[in-house]
């Protein structure tokens, strides 16, 4: 299932409307990549979102 190991994102859903306004369903899928992240002195291959990486890289 696509979802962030770290924070849970998941798949979201929601309309596209198109000119006259008719609305059909459509999905919202979170930016997942596949990293290396060091766990307690491991290296661990992670699937996380782009916006958890980000954070990974600031809090260093």
Request: some cysteine.
């Amino acid at each position: 299932m696509a979802k962030c190991e770290r924070c849970g994102k998941t798949t979201t859903f929601g309309h596209n409307r198109s000119f006259s306004m008719r609305a059909t369903n459509r999905s919202y899928k979170p930016n997942l990549q596949r990293v290396m992240v060091m766990e307690s002195g491991r290296k661990v291959r992670r699937v996380l979102c782009a916006k958890c990486i980000r954070t990974l890289v600031k809090t260093k």
